[in-house]
């Protein structure tokens, strides 16, 4: 990250949900997404950057999508932002 850039900051979030299918197969892992948080603190450009399998890849996806942050700043104005984020799939 270049300096005087901030990090973006998750205000709300939501817990994936486990696809029937992966949890009857007792399939586990984390899905690391690369997303840009744009500069109104909304996730865009999401691509699979370690994927588990296409099911739970999609709903890491999907939830992601659903999560809301305080932009990060690039030279103190809010900027669009990288950031890698995992979404864990772990059965009870």
Not at 47 to 75: H, M, N
Request: proline letters at 12%.
């Amino acid at each position: 990250m270049r300096p005087g850039t901030t990090v973006p900051r998750l205000l709300s979030k939501k817990n994936p949900k486990y696809p029937p299918s992966s949890r009857d197969a007792r399939v586990e892992g984390t899905v690391v997404l690369y997303v840009v948080i744009s500069s109104v603190g909304v996730p865009s450009d999401i691509l699979v950057y370690r994927p588990v399998t296409p099911e739970l890849d999609a709903e890491a996806i999907k939830t992601v999508e659903q999560w809301r942050f305080s932009p990060g700043t690039a030279g103190g104005q809010p900027a669009n932002v990288p950031v890698m984020i995992e979404v864990n799939f772990k059965l009870k």
